[in-house]
């Protein structure tokens, strides 16, 4: 009568089963492959009629800058956005992620949608992936209720701030937020302040550099500012261009294929539209 | 740096550590009671330097009046973070370094530079015995003349600036030095930003207390001001109701 029990597919949150086995082969002496994380400065400050969001526009992978001008501020909803560092995938697919349900959630409800609502679904999945998916974000908006600015931890914690900052130069912004921050700041102090902020950690932190984006989010408007500011311009250019004449490079041996040979061409009709 | 780690060269398996002899190890493991940031920039007329006064037992304030800035000579002054008992051995050298300097008495007397120099020799070499001092130190001076600020730190790294700091102080404090530091600044102008920095870490290191010394080194001499607090502003509206706009979240 009593059965063993029967194997139930998994409900959702992180599956921890190949945990034993990872820890037998890195015992063994087998070296895991490490992920790769994005340093990254981004910030969020509430002023007087809403919220701004900067970021930095570097991508690392390890030592090397793999992306010059990536963005870090993701679009949620016309009225929310939400900045994210960590490892680069977890971010960009957590926020797509709760962009769509956020969207299905406007259809369904037939109203603006509300920080606290992309709040509770950010937290609710990262903390059943016990912070294995990396994303640390700044989420901020306007609603109904008002401005609002939060940060997410990979966990699933959360707080609501009038200025946060996350990343590796998170340090450095913070020091600029904690010694200009004053509350019901203005527009134009308050974009100072942020890309103030973000050139800190441009400058400070080797994670995070190239240009400023920011975001102004404000009651039934927003500004998505890409580069707001490009501190790092090329500085040189050889003034003669850069053309590398034949004989430059020392030809060591030349095989030609002729693919012809290999290429059978068949007549045939045009693909259908 | 944290505590918990051991230094290096712990064998796992051996309760000799390092050493190959029998008995206890006497080489520096970890660091027990803590100093936190020094800073230091230098103005127009000489250089100024900065800490609090707390000496940090791991996560506890042990103790909250530990000078953390020492003079040493007529034209020197020393400031240390990390453990407090190596900076107490750290002043027992330079103490005897300055007595026989004066014991020379030929007119002359050891430069800043000259210091910073003997103390990164002595950081170095004993960080190449496995057995370091476990400080950052900042030095700063003025002779001839000549403003000399410098940081030596516990394997050896030593280099001068215009504006140091150590520790965390490298994290919060630089930035905003790196932004508002000018050629020239006057004493108002230098203890105003000193101020600045040292509230930015009050509010975000946490093993900074609001309790905290500003030295001031010119061609005149040096001077240490007593210990005192500075102004915090914990009154934003946002912190005294953080959910308002979301009640029962967090």
Sequence with gaps: MAEAAIALPPKGGFNFDLCKRNAMLEKNGIALPRFRKTGTTIVGLVFKDGVILGADTRATEGEIVCDKNCEKIHYMAPNIYCCGAGTAADTENVTDMVRSQLELHRYATNRESRVVTALTMLKTHLFGYRGQVSAALVLGGVDVTGPHLHTVYPHGSTDTLPFATMGSGSLAAMSVFESRYKEDMDKEEGMEIVSAAICAGIFNDLGSGSNVDLCILTKGKTEYLRNYQKPNPRSYIRSKGYDFARGHTAILSTRITPLKDQVTIIEGDAMEE | ?250
């Design chain 2, 1 to 250: 740096m944290t505590g918990k780690q051991p230094y290096v060269g712990q064998a796992l398996d051996s309760p000799h550590a390092f050493t190959l002899a029998p008995g206890p190890t006497k080489h520096t493991q970890y660091p027990y009671v803590t100093g936190t940031s020094v800073l230091g920039i230098k103005y127009k007329d000489g250089v100024l330097i900065a800490a609090d006064t707390a000496g940090s037992y791991g996560s506890t304030v042990r103790y909250k009046s530990v000078e953390r800035l020492k003079t040493c000579g007529k034209h020197c002054l020393i400031g240390a973070s990390g453990e407090i008992s190596d900076f107490q051995q750290i002043l027992s050298y330079v103490d005897k370094l300055i007595l026989n300097d004066y014991m020379w008495d030929d007119g002359n007397n050891l430069s800043p530079r000259d210091i910073h120099n003997y103390l990164t020799r002595i950081m170095y070499n004993k960080r190449n015995s496995f057995d370091p001092l476990w400080n950052t130190l900042v030095i700063g001076g003025v002779k001839n003349g000549e403003k000399y600020l410098g940081v030596v730190t516990m394997i050896g790294v030593h280099y001068e600036d215009n504006h140091v700091a150590s520790g965390f102080g490298n994290h919060l404090a630089r930035p905003i030095f790196r932004d508002e530091w000018h050629e020239n600044m006057t004493l108002e102008e230098g203890i105003q930003l000193l101020e600045k920095a040292l509230t930015v870490l009050f509010y975000r290191d946490r093993s900074a207390i609001n309790k905290v010394q500003v030295a001031n080194i010119t061609a005149e001499g040096i001077n240490i001001s007593e210990p005192y607090a500075l102004k915090t502003n914990w009154d934003y509206k946002a912190f005294k109701n953080p959910t308002a706009g979301a009640v029962g979240s967090w």
